[in-house]
């Protein structure tokens, strides 16, 4: 099945209350940022891996200028955590950011599928039990966690500024918002 018929099925299933398509996009925990993460928390839970989401996670979609504060926040990280940052964009989107940060990572990952999970974890010479993935998309990003069983953080967008191809995952992601709304409130803060 195609990455966006997947999350479409995923979609109309959470709609009609399936519990198994519920606790696909819901995240162990819900932040506004990735600044907001506690990430001693996450060392106390053996997670020694972290995958970033670009777009909107970690950066505007589309942006490719990365600030000194993210990169003095990367390095930050890298000394405690092992770093892959991921994306459904291309290339052109992921290699200079990839760069810029000096970390691993990889484009056109087409989550939820196997295969972004399988390149990130060997990239990061890891298993599931001691990785955590970071978005912000629960249709892409987190049922991309919650079905190879990593820990996942959902995030706020960075920007409300979105192109085509997450701007319809977007809306879709605001209306699953709203009806799990009570659900998902008790997810946030970590």
């Known amino acids: 099945m195609s990455k966006n018929k997947e999350m479409l099925n995923i979609f109309f299933k959470v709609l009609k209350n399936n ?25 106390k839970k053996n997670i020694t891996n972290i995958i970033f989401d670009i777009d909107n996670t970690i950066l505007p979609v589309n942006d490719i200028n990365v600030s000194g ?16 940052i991921l994306s459904n964009n291309n290339e052109a989107r992921v290699n200079p950011v990839k760069e810029k940060l000096k970390v691993q990572g990889f484009a056109n990952a087409k989550k939820p599928s196997k295969y972004a999970y399988d390149k990130a974890l ?3 010479n890891s298993s599931s039990d001691n990785t955590v993935m970071v ?21 706020e967008p960075v920007k ?3 192109d085509i191809k997450t701007g ?12 799990l709304k009570n659900k998902i409130e008790r997810y946030k803060y970590f």
């Open 19 to 43: 519990k198994k398509a519920i606790n696909l996009v819901m995240p162990n925990h819900y932040v506004k940022s990735i600044y907001d993460i506690n990430y001693d928390e996450l060392l």
């Open 69 to 84: 504060e993210l990169i003095d926040f990367i390095n930050k990280l890298k000394n405690k955590f092992n770093i892959c």
């Open 122 to 124: 060997n990239l990061l």
């Open 135 to 155: 978005g912000d998309q629960m249709l892409s990003d987190i049922v991309f966690a919650n079905k190879y069983k990593l820990y996942c953080i959902l995030v």
């Open 160 to 162: 409300n500024k979105y």
């Open 168 to 179: 319809t995952s977007r809306v879709l992601q605001n209306i699953i918002m709203k009806k």
